[in-house]
């Protein structure tokens, strides 16, 4: 039986091939989550119109990967101490989010962001929220990365 985690870390690229490379993730898709439009594209979440967060919806295995786990990498792969930006990328869609999908995620992702916290100068500017609806981004974007012939988009 797999469980869900949700989270926004910027550009969706990225965070999706390192979701998907760890071991214990069964899938991850790339979309759009946090805002108030139905069926929002990616020229609208871009506008920063629709409040939709970037975002990967990660599949895993609790047997072989824990959520904290999950939510402890997170912390990894954008800075977190970043307003409505990761890098060149500016904008409400570009925010860091944990979207909760359970009481118990909601307590994990807090004592993670808590422990993370510890380990940086500067405040932690990630929010940690219920899920909302996530509405997959278009094909073109899922696997993006990959399918460019690319591992990563950091430079």
């Known amino acids: 039986m797999t469980e869900t985690a949700t989270f926004a870390a910027g550009c969706f690229w990225g965070v999706e091939v390192d979701f998907r490379n760890t071991p214990g993730v069964t899938a991850v898709r790339v979309g759009y989550t946090g805002g108030h439009a139905e069926s929002p594209s990616y020229e609208q979440v871009c506008s920063g119109g629709t409040g939709h967060a970037e975002a990967v919806e990660v599949e895993f295995d609790p047997e072989e990967v824990s959520y904290a786990d999950l939510v402890d990498r997170f912390w990894s792969l954008h800075d977190p101490t970043q307003v409505n930006r990761q890098g060149w990328d500016v904008g409400t869609q570009y925010r860091s989010a944990i979207f ?13 962001k808590a422990r993370a916290q510890a380990r940086l100068s500067r405040p932690i500017a990630t929010e940690i929220v219920s899920a909302t609806t996530f509405w ?4 073109y974007h899922q696997q993006y990365l990959v399918k460019n012939g690319r591992a990563t988009c950091r430079i």
């Open 100 to 112: 909760t999908h359970s009481p118990e995620q909601d307590e994990v992702a807090a004592e993670s």
């Open 136 to 139: 997959p981004a278009e094909e």
